[in-house]
C-alpha cells in the first residue's frame, strides 16, 4: 500500500512557475507508475502526465507540453511536476496517483488529497 501527498501548489501569476512535489511512502514505490491530474472547478478530472518506473515512457496531455516537465528521484520516492508558462486554465487541485506497473490509466490505485494551484493576477 501507498500513501502520496502532494505539495508545492500556491498562487502565482500568469507565465510563473511552480514545482510541486508528490511524496510516496509505503513498500516498492519505485515499481509504481506515477500520474498527475487536475480538476478545474465545474470541471471533470483530466490526466496530465505520466511517468514510468524507469522515467523511460512519460507522456503530457497536449494542453501542457512544452510547459510542464514530470521527473521522479526513486531514492526519495518523490516524483515532481515542474510547471512553467502557467496559464489561468491551469487552475486547479493538482493530485497524483500510482498505479502498479508501467502504465498510467484513469482509475489509479492510490490518490494524494491534492494541491491547489491558482493562476492569477
Known amino acids: 500500500q501507498l500513501q502520496l501527498v502532494e505539495s508545492g501548489g500556491g498562487l502565482v501569476q500568469p507565465g510563473g512557475s511552480l514545482r510541486l512535489s508528490c511524496a510516496a511512502s509505503g513498500n516498492n514505490a519505485e515499481y509504481y507508475a506515477i500520474g498527475w491530474f487536475r480538476q478545474a472547478p465545474g470541471k471533470e478530472r483530466e490526466g496530465v502526465s505520466c511517468?514510468?518506473?524507469?522515467?523511460?515512457?512519460?507522456n503530457y496531455t497536449d494542453s501542457v507540453k512544452g510547459r510542464f516537465t514530470v521527473s521522479r528521484d526513486n531514492a526519495k520516492n518523490t516524483v515532481y511536476l515542474q510547471m512553467n508558462g502557467l496559464e489561468p486554465e491551469d487552475t486547479a487541485v493538482y493530485y497524483c496517483?500510482?498505479?502498479?506497473?508501467?502504465?498510467?490509466?484513469?482509475?489509479?490505485?492510490?490518490w494524494g488529497k491534492g494541491t491547489l494551484v491558482t493562476v492569477s493576477s
Open positions: 511517468i514510468s518506473p524507469g522515467s523511460t515512457r512519460i
Open positions: 496517483a500510482a498505479r502498479f506497473g508501467a502504465y498510467c490509466r484513469a482509475e489509479m490505485t492510490y
